[in-house]
């Protein structure tokens, strides 16, 4: 039964125990289809929020290609582990430990990308997830987000997604731009089925 619970790690536990290097979602490039979205849409530049930035691979490459960039993620190590190698790095972008369902987030955002909170988000949190992440959004604003599919059949992981459970969760406050089939990119041999959803 695709929509029992699903059982998630404590995420912090996960961080401190684990070099990020480890984790089946750990992709040092830029999301390839965010970059391609990106592209099509001619975006290069504005502020993003990397929702869930976990390793914060995805903040550093986005701060990279010259956009204004804060990485959040419920995990307060996961954020000292990013900001430490993004100094590494030499790069400018803000990191901070925070709960999308009780943000303090302040400032609002041109683009959001979450490339895999949603998709372990209790079932009963995903329209109010919709809600905030709508009100943290500029007018006009992109949501691209990527979640696990009906289609990926592994045991355990994150909740999986249909487009028509994507558009039911969002269209109350989003135009629903493109749902396309993908993959997540890690370091599991065999990349999990993805949906890619840009949101607007």
Known sequence: DLQRRREFPDWDKLYVEQAVETMPWFHPELDSDLGAALGRLSIDSGSFLDLGTGPGTQAMALAERGFRVTGTDISATAVRKAEALAAEKGLDLVFMADDILSTGLKKKFDFVFDRGCFHVLDPDKRGEYARIVAEILEPGGYLFLKTFSVEEKMEGGPYRF???????????????????????????????????????
């Open 162 to 200: 249909t487009p028509e459970d994507i558009s039911e969760v969002f269209s109350k406050r989003f135009e629903v731009v493109s749902i396309e089939r993908s993959v997540f990119r890690g370091t599991l041999a065999e990349f999990p089925k993805a949906l890619f959803c840009i949101l607007r």
